[in-house]
């Protein structure tokens, strides 16, 4: 089983590992360096190619060195090998953005003084950011969770904002201001851990029965969305389905930069039909209702599609 060496993605991969030995199947950790985790002085909008943290994992397993990668969901770019297959998807944890404060007596985000640094590393939550509080000084933010919290306890930042699901993974407590999920739409994916495998290989086959039908129910249509629009990580977008009584309500939007324009869609789509028809349907609607502007706007910014 191949893993990244950071805190986040070893415990992701032991919660993995887990659930498998509890079915009687033992697995080895192989660690696997990423280029994501060696050029931590950029912004990942900067990083050339998709799939920084994946790409390198995905070279072993397509060479038979590892049988099984667990990652991040939302790291995983849209376009994949074809030898490679997502064999399953775990229940979903929160996949909602929270914000750590310096000062711990903060409570909201309208709270945080005129013109306070704000640390991410996320294209998505920057312009959203800059939507809620265009006074907000926005500074990139890398490295391990840890040591974005040390970074900010250290004073670099008055407020940093991370996944909620990572602080629960690690078991970390800390004092947290919760951003609404209708102002602040999470990423694709987000909080979801997924097992990766080759095709027809035994892995799959043992993998499959950690898949969550709810959660995949969920992810692929933000997928398929999320592939729809294109631009990789240097597109301001989110998308958030919520799966319930046979629909799935979906939260869609495409930022500019700046967080001032946007466009957003609120749906609801039919799982008694094929899901990703409708998940096409609104990511066309989406560029043709000012998305693709937006998107190529991004794309000439700071890299290409």
Request: charged residues 30%; neutral net charge.
């Amino acid at each position: 089983m191949g893993s990244r060496g950071s805190p986040l993605a070893l415990r992701q991969t032991e919660i993995v590992q887990d659930k498998l030995q509890s079915q009687g199947i033992e697995t080895e950790l192989i660690l696997v360096k990423t280029s994501g985790d060696v050029f931590l002085d950029k912004p990942l909008h900067q990083l050339t190619g998709f799939g920084v943290f994946v790409a390198e994992i995905d070279e072993r397993m397509l060479s038979g060195e590892i049988d099984l990668a667990v990652h991040s969901m939302k790291d995983l770019p849209t376009k994949r090998p074809e030898e490679l297959t997502i064999s399953a998807i775990l229940k979903r944890d929160s996949p909602y953005d929270i914000m750590l404060c310096r000062n711990g007596s903060t409570k909201s985000l309208e709270e945080l003084k005129k013109g306070a640094t704000v640390g991410t590393s996320s294209m998505r939550r920057t312009a959203q950011l800059r939507r809620a509080r265009p006074d907000l000084k926005i500074i990139n933010l890398r490295g391990n969770l840890h040591t974005r919290m040390r970074k900010l306890d250290e004073g670099e930042y008055d407020a940093i904002v991370l996944a909620k699901a990572g602080l629960e993974r690690m078991g970390l407590e800390r004092d947290y201001v919760p951003l609404d999920g209708e102002r602040f739409v999470p990423s694709a994916n987000q909080g979801t851990i997924i097992v990766v495998a080759r095709k027809g290989s035994k892995a799959e086959f043992y993998s499959r029965t950690l898949d969550d039908a709810h959660s995949r129910a969920e992810t692929m249509i933000e997928r398929k969305i999320l592939e729809t629009v294109g631009g990789g990580c240097v597109v301001p977008m989110a998308v958030h389905a919520i799966v319930s009584n046979g629909q799935a309500r979906v939260l869609a939007e495409v930022l500019s930069l700046d967080g001032k324009r946007f466009v957003r869609l609120d749906e609801n789509i039919s799982l008694h039909e094929d899901p990703l028809v409708g998940a096409e349907d609104m990511g066309i609607r989406l560029m043709k209702n000012g998305g693709r502007e937006l998107v190529d706007e991004a794309v000439k910014e700071f890299g290409t599609r």
